[in-house]
């Protein structure tokens, strides 16, 4: 039975979060952006329940790096003897779904705190893992855990300080699943690469809670629903000055409505409309006033190439409640309704994504 903190999964849809109530047949499950989702209780399933915190997903860490505050002192290990932990498989659980969190030891103290680092498996498979890290100088690779994690369950990798955020700004992960003493479906080995934005780390609103953890980290998907994470992060302002920089160095001064604008749309514009990607610091501020703040972000990309015809946008939106999404989809039937307007590509940029075409607008 579904109770208020349980942690849960979404059986017709991608995802989670945390029950924060439930109303008759209706629980609402806060997802990791923090909007509350109405969803029908027979259409969840508890993986972390209230009243077993953490059995689930967490394995016992070593001593050196159990995640304790330092006024808390850490247990004795016979106080809380390293018990291998049964492997358990949960119902309609093959798809591989991998993430990769940092979690502050002193949430409080970022600028001096340690961190830690921890991989989740979401899956019914084991996973054989290495964990690697470079600078953006670096041309080669620094390993800093390998080993094997088990289903539905976390392993800690390390633990590091500020001073190792220099040599992290790439992180990889390679990857290959399995099972043992049973069949099994085939799953393409990975290996993703991503840019790790170290600022981040100095910035208490990047760390939340989610679905795997109910103490706030940063989070980094590294495969969802068998897909590897492709990162694509474009600073829409940024390519357009690259791009009229290059049509000034070659083509002769022309006013706008005269130029050639076939160029202009060879690359897809991506705008994270993420209000955290939007705004470092968010104090004072409401959820309407980050919505509005959001919407205003989208119409500037929209009048920065509504001129250009055929160019193709992709705003990046998340799930939650939808309510960002909605707002974007209204604007665009109302103000710009000779666009096309269609799902984004989940293979390239996940779920909560729409990619706008932009045409040229009829008499």
Sequence with gaps: MIQVNDIVRFLNDVGGGKVTRIDGKTAYVEDQDGFERPTLVADLVVVDSANTRHTTYERPLPL?????????????????????????????????????????????????????STLVNDS??????????????????????????????????????????????????????????????LKNPALVVLRLDVTKFHKLH?????????????????????????????????????????????????????????????????????????????????KGDMLNYQLDKFREVMNEHRNYAGQKIVFIHGKGEGVLRRAILDELAKKWPWCEVQDASFQEYGFGATQVTIRQQKD
């Excluded at 539905?152 to 043992?180: C, I, W």
């Excluded at 694509?232 to 290059?246: G, H, P, Q, T």
Aim: glycine share 2%; proline share 7%; hydrophobic share 35%.
């Design 64 to 116: 050196k790096t159990r995640l304790v505050e330092p006024d808390r002192p850490a247990p004795k290990p016979a106080e809380k003897p390293q018990v291998k932990l049964p492997v358990v498989e949960v119902p309609d659980n093959e798809r591989l779904n991998v993430v990769l969190a940092y979690e502050p030891r002193q949430l409080k103290h970022l600028n001096t705190t340690t961190f830690f």
């Design 124 to 185: 019914n498979y084991f996973i054989d893992y290495v964990y690697m890290t470079r600078s953006d100088d670096d041309r080669e690779w620094r390993m800093r855990a390998c080993g094997t994690v088990e289903p539905n369950m976390q392993e800690s990798l390390d633990e590091f300080g500020h001073d190792d955020l220099n040599a992290m700004t790439r992180v990889a992960v390679q990857l290959m699943a399995y099972k043992k003493d049973r069949p099994f479906a």
């Design 206 to 286: 990047c760390f939340h809670e989610n679905e795997y953890f109910d103490y706030p980290v940063l989070a980094l998907d590294i495969v969802r629903n068998d897909l590897p994470t492709k990162q694509l992060r474009i600073d829409s302002a940024a390519l357009e000055n690259a791009m009229r920089e290059r049509r000034d160095n070659h083509e002769p001064h022309r006013s706008l409505a005269h130029r050639d604008t076939k160029k202009h749309h060879r690359e897809i514009v991506v705008q994270d409309l993420h209000i955290a990607e939007l705004l470092d610091d968010l104090t004072g501020l409401s």
